[in-house]
């Protein structure tokens, strides 16, 4: 380690009996980790938004206490002003290392990151592995040079590259771990080839915004196999260039519609993701959610749906009645995934489980990968 100041050394180590005490932190090789990662070095500065939607940047040196908390820090926008979009940030230390437990990283094992950011992860990694042991790929070539020169300021040096993710880094394979820190619509074959067999690997499978979760797959011969972790999660989206993939556009919903009710609750994303999960097996690619205030109180009082082709479905949340336009039954096909998800037994995220075949397709199973119950997800290319 380089000579920087002691004094942040209390709150890394604070940090990690939090993250202890809390549960998400098991192993005393990740809580030397923590304790000895400087976070505030590889995260110098971070942006926060006010009420009005500003974003502001801050110098984290003077804010210690927030920089060793489970709180993420985002590190990079978009230039778009003024709706500018987090395209990096320092993952919550709590999911970051519980991801780590859960992908069961052991000593002399090879782990390949994607999605480098400010390298705190991969820190964290070369710290407990060495830096021999692990790579890390960012898409943002300004991320990585910013990543290295913190990291190598801080005393560590895992392999960086500037390339996108969704190709893995088959220069160093076979990897025994691969830890994905943005979401994917689909889990890329290239990863499974680079993997070692009984190698693992944990990502954000999201096929829309909220519609997924964690999950922690292994090689085994000709497939990618395991289950959804069971805390939810949520990544930022894997981009393929400067500007972040299905950004949730504001609802085009207007004119009149057909009414009914339902009992379908009105705010899947927010209240049962898993349903929100399934209703992608129906939605059309790039139906986005939203609400509508009401103006007094600024509440939400409807839920709305829009797709591409122009259907929409618009939901009160306080009577569950559903107007619905257009081609597509939107709110249909949101009460269809309920109706399979009350079915199935209303499972929770860790009795789903996903088998990937190498021709991409996407099984996901309830208990066990030879069940009865069952849904093939619909194709999608891993990058989009
Ligand atoms: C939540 S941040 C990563 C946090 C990071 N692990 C850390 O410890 O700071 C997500 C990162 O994924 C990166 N990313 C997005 N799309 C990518 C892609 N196609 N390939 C590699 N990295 C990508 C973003 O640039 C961003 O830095």
Redesign the pocket.
């Known amino acids: 380690m380089s000579t920087v100041d002691t004094d942040w050394t209390s709150y890394a180590e604070r940090l990690a009996d939090t993250l202890r005490e809390r549960g998400d932190l098991r192993s005393p090789e990740w809580h030397r980790a923590v304790s000895a990662v400087p976070r505030h070095l590889?995260?110098p500065t971070a942006f926060e938004q006010d009420s009005a939607g500003e974003w502001t940047e801050f110098a984290t040196a003077g804010h210690l206490k927030r920089v060793y908390s489970p709180e993420?820090l985002i590190?990079?926008l978009t230039n778009d002003k003024p709706h500018r979009t987090p395209?990096?940030?320092?993952?919550k230390p709590d999911l970051?290392v519980r991801m780590l437990e859960t992908l069961d990283v052991r000593n002399g094992q090879r782990v390949l990151?994607?999605?480098?950011?400010?390298?705190?992860?991969?820190a964290l990694l070369a710290y407990r592995l060495g830096d021999d042991k692990v790579f890390?790929?960012?898409?943002?070539a300004d991320?990585i040079d910013l990543?290295r020169t913190r990291l190598s300021a801080a005393g560590f040096f895992p392999t960086l590259r500037a390339?996108?993710?969704?190709d893995g880094l088959p220069e160093f394979a076979p990897y025994d771990r691969i830890i994905a820190?943005?979401s994917v619509p689909a889990v890329p074959w290239a990863w499974a080839d680079q993997l070692a067999d009984g190698g693992a690997v944990l990502v954000d499978l999201k096929r829309a915004i909220s519609a997924g979760n964690l999950v922690h797959l292994r090689r085994n011969g000709d497939r990618l196999e395991g289950r959804f972790t069971a805390r939810w999660a949520a990544?930022?989206?894997?981009?393929?260039s400067e500007n972040p993939p299905h950004a949730n556009q504001a609802d085009r919903v207007s004119g009149s519609g057909q009414s009914r009710s339902t009992n379908t609750p009105g705010k899947p994303w927010n209240d049962v993701p898993i349903v929100w999960f399934l209703a992608q097996l129906r939605l059309p690619p790039g139906t986005t959610f939203g609400y509508e205030l009401a103006p007094d109180t600024l509440q939400p009082t409807f839920s709305t749906l829009s797709a591409p082709d122009g259907s929409w479905a618009k939901v009160g949340l306080a009577d569950g009645t559903v107007t619905e336009a257009g081609e597509t039954g939107l709110w249909e096909a949101v009460e269809w995934a309920h109706d399979q998800w009350t079915a199935a037994g209303s499972p929770t995220w860790e009795r789903l489980g996903l088998t990937v075949t190498q021709d991409g397709r996407h099984r996901l199973w309830l208990d066990q990968p030879d069940s009865s119950t069952r849904w093939n997800l619909p194709d999608v290319p891993a990058?989009r």
Not at 136 to 140: I, K, L, M, P, W
Not at 163 to 166: C, P, S, T
Request: charged share 10%; with cysteine; proline share 0%.
């Open positions: 590889l995260v993420t590190t990079a395209i990096s940030s320092s993952t970051m990151e994607i999605g480098t950011g400010t390298g705190y992860n991969a890390s790929v960012d898409v943002g991320l990543a390339v996108d993710g969704a820190t943005c990544f930022m989206t894997m981009r393929h990058a």
